[in-house]
């Protein structure tokens, strides 16, 4: 993920024996390399941290990279995945997910969505979406 608090939080919050943390190695966004150089730096001293590289904007969104990495744990550990950079990557998540019940997923949402960032690739619409079935 981009963001290194959040990172940091959701290891905070479970707790891990290891963390496999994927940074993306290509991207048309030319600030990436400094975002991930922030997030090596954020964890180099931590033996618990463990980085590979995946690229979300593969044709597999990251699939193979994210499978290799669990592999080596996936005999003896729970899985939690979770997607805190490129969205693509949560396809890739899923997949894995799908194909094997066994891998949780997880989300901790940004404390603020940041408009000149946080964009799509036509028209945005930001707002709620009113949940018809929620009791009031």
Known sequence: GYDVDRVKHLIATFEPSVTLLGLQKNSIDPQNQSR???????F????????????AYSSDHGFDAVRNAIAPFATDHN???????????????????????????????????NRDYSHGIRETVYGSIPNENRAV
Do not use: C
Request: glycine share 6%.
């Open 79 to 113: 899985i939690l995945l979770t997607s805190m950079g490129p969205k693509l990557s949560a396809i890739a998540l899923f997949r894995m997910h799908w194909e094997d019940e066994s891998l949780g997923l997880v989300y901790l949402p940004a404390n603020e969505l």
């Open 44 to 55: 180099e001293k931590d033996s618990g941290v463990l980085v590979f590289e995946v690229d």
């Open 36 to 42: 991930m150089q922030k997030q090596r730096a954020a």
